[in-house]
């Protein structure tokens, strides 16, 4: 694995940019409850990534799989509490787009933005940057997530294990900072994870409201999650970030290869007009 951060401008020069697969975050600094630090997001992209090159260069050795830093530039619906650095829609489109831009005047033509938060306005954001990079340079760029994130409503089965599947059958719309996520962290980074999650109360929220950052801010109360928290575990994190990594390899090895990726291309939510209005 490739570090370019760690890289000179002459050896990138040097890699072979066809045999190649460049992998790049984008997430928030943002709250995420009393228990999980600001950085969540962006530790969870970090992760994937690595746990998805270790998968890649196992099944598949002769891909050179590259990394760049994080960038947390992110869009969110969240208002009112500390510690949230969020942007535009359009400012986060438009830095997508430029930062896509960049990396392909390095001619690196396998782009995969993980967009580790789960935002609907987010992931269009980074979906629309790379539609426009693709229809001006050739396909180049995908950002999986948003097809994560919705597999559901696209009809992708995620081959969850059953311990997961079972939990989510009793703790639906966990959308923020609740189980998945701090079992993820507790797998991640553990000791950023405050044990104070163990009695956190659950806070619930119907999906058709998340489009509403008033509604939202009411159901998180005076913690900031949305979800459940308590019913977090290390061993369930374990099995979510390897689940999310086996996802994303996938995809990034059909997308090397172009063959079926177009269906992990864009957020089920992609298609309303009404998501793009905030890019108008
Ligand atoms: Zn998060």
Same mark, same amino acid.
């Given at each position: 694995?490739?570090?370019?951060?760690?890289?000179?401008?002459? &050896?990138? +020069?040097?890699?072979?940019?066809?045999? @190649?697969?460049?992998?790049?975050?984008?997430?928030?600094?943002?709250?995420?409850?009393?228990?999980?630090?600001?950085?969540?997001?962006?530790?969870?992209?970090?992760?994937?990534?690595?746990?998805?090159?270790?998968?890649?260069?196992?099944?598949?050795?002769?891909?050179?799989?590259?990394?760049?830093?994080?960038?947390?530039?992110?869009?969110?619906?969240?208002?009112? /509490?500390?510690?949230?650095?969020?942007?535009?829609?359009?400012?986060?489109?438009?830095?997508?787009?430029?930062?896509?831009?960049?990396?392909?005047?390095?001619?690196?033509?396998? %782009?995969?933005?993980?967009? #580790?938060?789960?935002?609907?306005?987010?992931?269009?954001?980074? +979906?629309?940057?790379?539609?426009?990079? =693709?229809?001006?340079?050739?396909?180049?760029?995908?950002?999986?997530?948003?097809?994560?994130? @919705?597999?559901? +409503?696209?009809?992708?089965?995620?081959?969850?294990?059953? +311990?997961?599947?079972?939990?989510?059958?009793?703790?639906? =719309?966990?959308?923020?900072?609740?189980?998945?996520?701090?079992?993820?962290?507790?797998? %991640? $980074?553990? =000791?950023?994870?405050?044990?104070?999650?163990?009695?956190?109360?659950?806070?619930?929220?119907?999906? $058709?409201?998340?489009? #509403?950052?008033?509604?939202?801010?009411?159901?998180?109360?005076?913690?900031?999650?949305?979800?459940?928290?308590? /019913?977090?575990?290390?061993? %369930?994190?374990?099995?979510? =970030?390897?689940?999310?990594? &086996?996802?994303?390899?996938?995809?990034?090895?059909?997308?090397?290869?172009?063959?079926?990726?177009?269906?992990?291309?864009?957020?089920?939510?992609?298609?309303?007009?009404?998501?793009?209005?905030?890019?108008?």
């Amino acid at each position: 694995m490739y570090e370019l951060y760690n890289k000179t401008w002459k &050896q990138i +020069e040097e890699i072979d940019k066809s045999k @190649s697969i460049l992998f790049v975050t984008m997430a928030p600094i943002e709250e995420h409850s009393l228990h999980l630090p600001l950085g969540t997001d962006v530790y969870e992209g970090e992760y994937w990534i690595k746990e998805t090159i270790k998968l890649i260069e196992l099944e598949s050795p002769d891909i050179i799989c590259c990394k760049l830093p994080a960038f947390p530039i992110a869009s969110a619906g969240i208002k009112g /509490l500390y510690g949230c650095i969020h942007f535009k829609p359009k400012t986060t489109y438009h830095v997508a787009l430029e930062l896509l831009e960049s990396i392909v005047h390095w001619d690196f033509s396998n %782009i995969i933005v993980v967009a #580790s938060h789960g935002d609907p306005i987010h992931q269009i954001a980074v +979906e629309k940057a790379c539609k426009k990079i =693709n229809k001006k340079y050739g396909t180049c760029a995908i950002s999986p997530m948003g097809a994560f994130f @919705s597999a559901n +409503e696209l009809g992708i089965n995620l081959n969850l294990p059953i +311990e997961i599947k079972n939990i989510e059958k009793n703790a639906e =719309n966990d959308f923020h900072a609740g189980w998945i996520e701090t079992s993820c962290m507790l797998d %991640i $980074k553990r =000791n950023l994870v405050s044990d104070c999650y163990k009695s956190l109360p659950d806070t619930k929220i119907a999906e $058709k409201d998340m489009i #509403s950052a008033k509604k939202q801010r009411k159901a998180m109360g005076e913690y900031g999650h949305l979800g459940y928290p308590a /019913l977090s575990d290390k061993s %369930i994190g374990k099995s979510l =970030n390897l689940n999310t990594a &086996q996802y994303l390899s996938m995809v990034s090895i059909k997308f090397f290869n172009r063959k079926d990726y177009t269906v992990y291309m864009f957020h089920s939510l992609y298609k309303l007009p009404l998501m793009h209005l905030r890019f108008l």
